[in-house]
């Protein structure tokens, strides 16, 4: 491995790998080695624009804490964490999609009946939310379990509310015999993504938007279907097609109905005007397990 060229430092770099005892990973990193070294000669990569792509990427690291994922931030900018998603979690048609997890999922969410309020007294529209989970034949799934969450009137999630320790706008939820269920909170708005790190500095230099349009989160999980995560987006909100994480998509907008006080169908349960949210969930069956092995693992929960 001595005089390597520009053209036989790839093999040469690829031939220390033969050893590795993952196939699995070995395949990874020999495809990331070609396509890294065939990134650099096609732009010709020079030692400056070397020098200050390691200083993004460390400055990317040092902003990462145990709140704040700088790097996942970074794959959600550049479409990579929904490409991933969309080579794991195909649907058929009429199943619903699944979108970006996002960074304000908590395991310490309450439990709570259906139609509860969940808003934990927050001010904003008075948001009606009718769900339910049906297969793709239409029954009903009982018993799903059914995260959701969403921002406040102000675009912040519970724990960006100056004061607030304890969860709001968030919640475990079960279906009915039928399949239902329900909750009452307020209407979320559309908010910027993190804009005062690295990924903000790219943001800035290519003039993107740090605009998320406004969102309602659901994560739902059944014995003998797929999860699915996903999002449900004003179809009116102005930010759709400027999403920075790239997590919007067609079948995933919905009418946020908007009613004045004691009208429309939930006369009586608001003495103000008010937003009505209805949607049907379609899981899918479970796959065969993949064949693939995972050259990597982690128990730890990543957030940002």
Known sequence: MRDLTSETITPAVISTLRDTKD????????????????????????????AAGVDFLTRTGHTCSPTRQEFILLSDVLGVT?????????????ATQNSVLGPYFRLDRPQYADDADISGGLPGTP???EGRVVDRDGAPVPGAAVDVWHSDADGHYDMEVPGREDPA?????????????GFRSIRPAGYPIPGDGPVGDLMSATSRSLMRPAHVHVLIEATGFQRVTTMLFPSDDPYLDTDPVFGVKQSLLETYETHEADAGPC???????????????????????????????????VSR
């Open 267 to 301: 006369a009586g349960l608001a003495h103000e005007p008010y937003t009505l949210l209805r949607r049907t969930f379609v899981l899918e069956p479970l796959r065969a397990p993949a064949r693939r092995t995972t050259p990597f693992s982690s128990s730890t929960e």
């Open 127 to 129: 948001l009606f939310f």
């Open 23 to 50: 196939p699995r990973l070995a395949e990874i990193l020999e495809s990331l080695v070609r396509h890294l070294h065939d990134f650099v000669r096609d732009i010709e990569l020079t030692e400056d624009e070397w």
């Open 82 to 94: 929904m490409l991933v998603d969309a080579l794991g979690n195909g649907r058929s048609a009429g």
């Open 169 to 181: 706008m968030r919640a475990l939820l079960r279906t009915d015999a039928s399949g239902t269920f």
